[in-house]
């Protein structure tokens, strides 16, 4: 089974760190989904939103929106994921493939 994650919406907000710096347009919550794609090519997908807190951020560690990459918010996601809640996740994707294998059909009588 073959894992993809994807950003679909971010959302922004000012934010205090702790030294009292504005972090401007910090990313506060992200909204994802997971796409798993079985070897036949079925696929499901799990959506999803994560909170995310940058005020402990310093002003060197923090990535302006402009500057941040989909691979870093997709890490910080899946920071915000227990262990138990991404294999959660897995499994219900793996039951949705399964059930969209089957195909339905509209009987002719």
Not at 28 to 57: F, I, N, R
Request: with cysteine.
């Amino acid at each position: 089974m073959n894992y993809t994650w994807h950003i679909t919406k971010l959302g922004l907000s000012d934010q205090l760190n702790q030294e009292g710096k504005l972090l401007e347009n910090a990313i506060v919550s992200v909204q994802w989904k997971c796409v798993a794609q079985d070897t036949d090519g079925t696929s499901s997908s799990y959506v999803s939103s994560s909170t995310l807190d940058a005020s402990h951020l310093s002003l060197e560690q923090f990535i302006a929106v402009n500057s941040v990459t989909s691979e870093q918010v997709i890490a910080w996601v899946k920071s915000t994921l227990s262990a138990a809640e991404q294999i959660r996740i897995n499994k219900q994707l793996e039951t949705k493939v399964e059930r969209n294998r089957v195909r339905n059909i509209k009987p002719s009588w």
